[in-house]
């Protein structure tokens, strides 16, 4: 049975399930915040680097950005890279205009770069499907894991923790491998242009 986002226009969508050890896209957008061109080699990371697809008005991010902020914050000290992308269709969903995300940025304190990825080519890249849609890569930026946060949803009452994302990150970082069977995220499909 299909599940509706919020605003009953918006499809649950898992994560795309595809095969792991990909290396990162390169890409080149403008962060909101700083105003400022950046590039993946500008901010990954030789430890590890997590890009996630978001945007401002998905229940499913609203539900977790507090968390992942502060998982942002706790991982960022010890080596770890964190790039959000917002690839939705601004023209029909105005709350994820470049201005709208600048203030969600702020409103949030995010501590890394929200990227604008207006042509969604870079989301179509990564094989992106959803918001938030996680991607982790390692030193060499191989994709080591593609799940979710953590199994919290906004209709199910478990706390938001990010444990499997903090999970895998302690894996990385004290150099063991991440088990490949991984729980995909899920969230509301990205508004792609027609």
């Excluded at 990371?45 to 609203?62: G, L, M, Q, R, W």
């Excluded at 770890?80 to 269709?89: A, E, L, P, T």
């Excluded at 990150?169 to 995220?185: N, R, T, V, Y």
Aim: proline letters at 8%; glycine letters at 6%.
């Amino acid at each position: 049975m299909l599940k509706l986002c919020k605003t009953n226009v918006m499809a649950e969508t898992p994560t795309i399930q595809i095969p792991l050890g990909f290396t990162a896209p390169d890409f080149k957008l403008p962060d909101v915040i700083s105003g400022k061109e950046l590039s993946l080699n500008d901010l990954k990371s030789n430890k590890a680097t997590v890009v996630v697809f978001i945007c401002n008005h998905c229940p499913y991010v609203i539900h977790i950005i507090k968390e992942l902020v502060k998982t942002g914050k706790d991982y960022i000290p010890k080596g770890v890279s964190f790039i959000m992308i917002n690839s939705n269709d601004v023209e029909n969903y105005p709350a994820d205009s470049p201005e709208k995300m600048v203030e969600f940025a702020n409103q949030y304190d995010f501590p890394f770069p929200y990227l604008y990825d207006e042509t969604q080519d870079i989301a179509r890249t990564y094989d992106a499907a959803c918001t938030p849609d996680f991607n982790v890569f390692d030193g060499k930026m191989k994709c080591v894991y593609r799940g979710q946060f953590d199994d919290s949803r906004p209709s199910n009452g478990k706390p938001v923790t990010g444990a499997e994302l903090r999970k895998s990150l302690d894996l990385i970082l004290a150099g063991h491998e991440i088990p490949e069977k991984q729980m995909p995220s899920v969230g509301c499909n990205i508004k792609w242009k027609a």
